[in-house]
């Protein structure tokens, strides 16, 4: 009896013992798991080391990227670094003609055309009438009232040059070739395009910026272009407020209407009483040479009428607009600049 009863005790004892050092045991586990400098904490900062190391990796890369980009950039022209490109001649005189350029050399011709934007010698502005030009041993001339036809909605449309280095970037990198450019090089005008309204609603308030006629050529028009990867956005000035010709405000488009100021300048007086001499713009050369004919049915202009709130004028032919009220049904024949 007795030694059995020692035998019991001794494996209560053990069991006791036992009982301890497991606690112990995971005592110092969940010390080492849990605690500040457990096996979690370690692990999370193991893993958030990796993560800056791996951002730090990706800034390195970027940044490498960054400037491999940025010499490129740097170097003048180095899209066409292999190319001879000089303004051999400009003229105030011009014989118009059909082009037969492609809009990738017409997008080349006005960048070099912007690059030698000024007054002097072989330097162009907004009074050039003609402009020749040698790439590589190979001469281009273009000039005031030059056309040619584009495809515009599966319809091949007249397009005539309007001035050289007359409109406003919207974008001083416009051209991609690492210079600040201040004017688009081209300007060009559109044949009719189709009919359509100026507003739903018979109202010039908000003028060019707030019309329907801005935001369908902006969008729907423009994606039917041809050329719509080449066009540039440019600054155009508009009168927000009929009656108030200290409202000139600016947009910022690729396809636009030409206003009265850009057809006829600041001394036009029109049929029926509708006098603008609004600045919305500068005259373009092709509306200053005498043997230029606006001809053809009705077509809308971006500027409201000046003494009625529900109408914008149009014209019809060289020295004659009148207006019509903006919902009525005039041509679109926007311009847009290369």
């Known amino acids: 009896m007795k030694k059995v009863e020692i035998e019991k005790g001794i494996t209560i004892i053990t069991l006791i013992i036992t009982i301890i050092i497991l606690l112990i045991i995971a005592g110092i586990v969940i ?9 979690f904490t370690i692990s999370k900062q193991v893993a958030k080391n990796y993560i800056n ?23 003048p022209d180095y899209k066409n670094e292999h190319k001879k490109e000089t303004i051999e001649e400009v003229k105030t005189t011009h014989k118009v003609k059909k082009l037969e350029y492609d809009w990738t050399e017409l997008e080349n011709l006005a960048r070099i055309i912007s690059n030698n934007y000024g007054i002097n010698e072989r330097q162009v502005n907004n009074r050039t009438e003609e402009v020749t030009i040698t790439i590589d041993e190979k001469t281009y001339t273009l000039g005031i009232g030059d056309w040619l036809t584009i495809n515009y909605n599966d319809t091949n449309k007249r ?5 050289f280095n007359h409109d406003e970037l919207s974008n001083t990198s416009s051209y991609n070739d690492g210079k600040t450019h201040k004017y688009a090089g081209i300007s060009f005008q559109l044949e009719k395009i189709e009919d359509n309204k100026m507003n739903p609603k018979d109202s010039n308030m908000g003028g060019w910026g707030d019309s329907f006629a801005r935001e369908r050529l902006n969008n729907i028009c423009l994606e039917n272009m041809e050329n ?19 409202n000139l405000l600016k947009s910022n488009d690729k396809l636009w209407l030409l206003s009265c100021a850009e057809l006829y300048g600041n001394k036009f007086i029109g049929t029926s009483g509708h006098k603008q001499l609004i600045e919305e713009g500068e005259q373009y050369l092709y509306g ?51």
């Open 159 to 163: 397009v005539s040059i309007l001035g």
């Open 228 to 246: 719509k990867l080449y066009i540039k956005e440019v600054k155009k000035t508009y009168l927000a407020t009929y009656n108030n010709p200290k």
């Open 31 to 39: 010390n080492l798991t849990l605690w500040n400098n457990g096996l």
């Open 53 to 75: 190391e791996y951002h730090k990796e990706l800034n390195l890369v970027n940044n490498t990227n960054n400037m491999i980009v940025n010499e490129f950039n740097n170097i």
């Open 288 to 338: 200053i040479k005498e043997s230029t004919e606006w001809a053809g049915d009705y077509w809308w202009i971006r500027t409201p009428a000046l003494t009625d709130d529900k109408a914008f004028l149009h014209c019809y032919e060289k020295n004659n607009l009148n207006a019509t009220r903006a919902s009525g049904n005039n041509s679109y024949r926007p311009g847009f600049c290369i």
